[in-house]
């Protein structure tokens, strides 16, 4: 199995540019998201997705847009990107958990983006 | 929603010494507590979890401890390695959100050689 795994690695954008952040696992996993990571502030979370055409917001949505057509992949969607969009994205999956536990969540391996 | 905080953001101890870190949170129904090590330049990778009917659990040099009724959890490595220097997070999911989790800011734990 690869696990989670994220394209590009890195990425460097422009102000007002778009782009889509690839993210995609091959555990057959329902519930996939995406987390902002800054200095200082943690992991915050972005958007999530408990299966196939359902997807929430997270903590911080604005400015991203996402979609889960299939279980394998949910990809993260920059609108217009600014500055403050500068962070390392992480996505993460897990099985669904239940009222009496959850299930480990696996990082893919980041997306490092600059917004000039 | 939730809302986990983590004390001390920063922790230096000296190898072979014990570290302990102290995450406390808000929302009483929440279920799940996993713990998360960062590596400079890696992803989180789970090191330790534990669920709301148990008060402790071991995994060879670390344990968690969990006290529901003051809402905080604790992690704990002993015999400290230079290996061990890295982020740690913690996390707690509420009974009704699925796997979401509320993340601390993260402790930064430095083991002195």
């Known amino acids: 199995n690869a696990g989670v795994t994220q394209t590009p690695k890195f990425q460097v954008l422009k102000t007002g540019q778009s782009m889509t952040l690839q993210c995609a696992q091959d555990?057959?996993?329902?519930?996939m998201s995406w987390y902002r990571q800054d200095p200082g502030m943690g992991l915050r979370l972005i958007h999530y997705?408990?299966?196939?055409?359902?997807?929430d917001q997270g903590e911080v949505p604005n400015g991203y847009n996402v979609s889960r057509s299939t279980t394998e992949d949910f990809p993260l969607r920059l609108l217009s990107a600014a500055p403050s969009q500068t962070s390392v994205y992480f996505c993460a999956s897990s099985r669904i958990g239940t009222e009496q536990g959850a299930h480990e969540q696996y990082f893919g391996p980041g997306t490092r983006l600059t917004v000039t | 929603g939730e809302n986990v905080e983590q004390h001390p953001s920063t922790l230096s101890v000296q190898e072979g010494d014990s570290a302990v870190i102290k995450c406390t949170y808000s929302?009483?129904?929440?279920?799940?507590f996993p713990w998360y090590k960062q590596e400079l330049g890696k992803r989180p990778q789970l090191i330790i979890d534990?669920?709301?009917?148990?008060g402790e659990k071991k995994d060879q040099r670390i344990a968690v401890t969990l006290n529901k009724t003051a809402k905080h959890f604790s992690l704990h490595i002993t015999e400290t390695q230079p290996e061990d220097s890295a982020v740690y997070f913690c996390?707690?999911?509420?009974?009704?959100?699925?796997?979401?989790?509320?993340f601390g800011k993260g402790n930064q734990v430095v083991v002195i050689p």
């Open positions: 534990i669920r709301s009917n148990v």
């Open positions: 996390a707690a999911r509420t009974l009704y959100g699925n796997n979401r989790l509320a």
């Open positions: 929302d009483s129904a929440s279920n799940y």
């Open positions: 997705s408990v299966g196939a055409g359902i997807t």
């Open positions: 555990m057959n996993h329902e519930y």
